[in-house]
């Protein structure tokens, strides 16, 4: 089960089956350079990429699903940018005694696809990597951090799906309710429940995990028997030389590009990106490779 409670039944894929620390390496890699990485190709890259690999882990339907809440987060964020930060020399227009420009217009756009690439990828990785994987990765180093974080990811699914119980129960009890009053109090109840609820499985998780002596000694077991393979070793070659790769080749775009006071030419030339694009799509990459290999 993964870190949002992935189902037991999806399909087989490639990546899942690795070694955890090439799959942190991967999503901690992509997170990063997704969030540092504030130029407009770059962003672009990383926002489509998240968004095939986002389909190809849930499928398109899951994935269009939810569209509409993040094209709505980059649209506010593009739009409020400008009335909060009026820089740069090209003014579209006068709103309320302040200059819309061209350049906050577009900070703010790639800002919101930045912020939704980021929430993609990171759902992403609550698809693939496991609660297990993360515990026998970080437990040994830290204990009490790595359960402290897998407790949070897996509060998330939790969370929600408790919320479901909770509505599903008041709406048999009481009805479909009419009225905002009543909805109000409605969702005053469901919160209070949620919140006493979601205390209570916290805390009995934690006297459950100590009480089986977890973290008590300074190597710990666990049920899967984790081991670097030469399969691993080599995923995380190619990785390392990515990730090393695009270092050098990101701080030499952000160092040719400004926003303001008025954005610059985009002097890196379109063969510089592949290595960001082979980055992004390493899972997808090694599943086509896996395929080449059944093929022949």
């Known amino acids: 089960m993964s870190l949002f409670g992935g189902s037991s039944t999806t399909p087989f894929r490639f990546f899942d089956h690795y070694h955890p620390a090439v799959q942190v390496l991967f999503f901690a890699s992509v997170l990063l350079f997704s969030m540092c990485a504030l130029q407009p190709i770059y962003v672009i890259l990383s926002l489509t990429c998240a968004c095939i690999y986002a389909i190809y882990l849930k499928g398109l339907r899951t994935f269009l699903h939810d569209s509409w ?36 217009f577009i900070y703010g756009l ?125 995923a995380l070659t ?6 090393i790769g695009n270092m050098f080749l990101v701080i030499v775009a952000l160092g040719q590009f400004s926003f303001y006071p008025q954005m610059s030419t985009l002097y890196l030339l379109w063969w510089g990106y592949l290595p960001y694009v082979a980055l992004l799509l390493f899972p997808l990459l090694l599943e086509g490779w896996r395929n080449l290999r059944w093929m022949h």
């Open 69 to 104: 809440f993040f094209a709505i987060i980059i649209i506010v964020i593009a739009v409020i940018n400008p009335l909060f930060g009026s820089q740069g020399n090209t003014v579209l227009f006068m709103f309320m005694e302040r200059e819309f420009t061209a350049e906050s």
């Open 110 to 234: 790639c800002s919101g696809a930045m912020l939704v690439s980021v929430f993609i990828w990171f759902s992403c990785s609550n698809e693939v990597v496991t609660t297990d994987g993360f515990l026998s990765l970080f437990g040994n180093l830290f204990p009490t951090i790595a359960l402290v974080v897998s407790m949070v990811f897996s509060f998330i699914p939790r969370t929600i799906e408790k919320a479901h119980v909770i509505m599903r129960a008041q709406t048999i009890v009481l009805g479909e309710g009419t009225g905002r009053a009543q909805h109000a109090r409605r969702g005053i109840r469901m919160a209070s429940v949620l919140m006493a609820w979601s205390m209570e499985d916290a805390v009995e998780t934690a006297d459950s995990m100590r009480a089986r002596g977890y973290g008590a000694s300074s190597r710990r077991s666990s049920y899967r028997l984790l081991s670097l393979t030469r399969r691993d070793g080599a």
């Open 238 to 243: 190619v990785l390392i030389a990515l990730i």
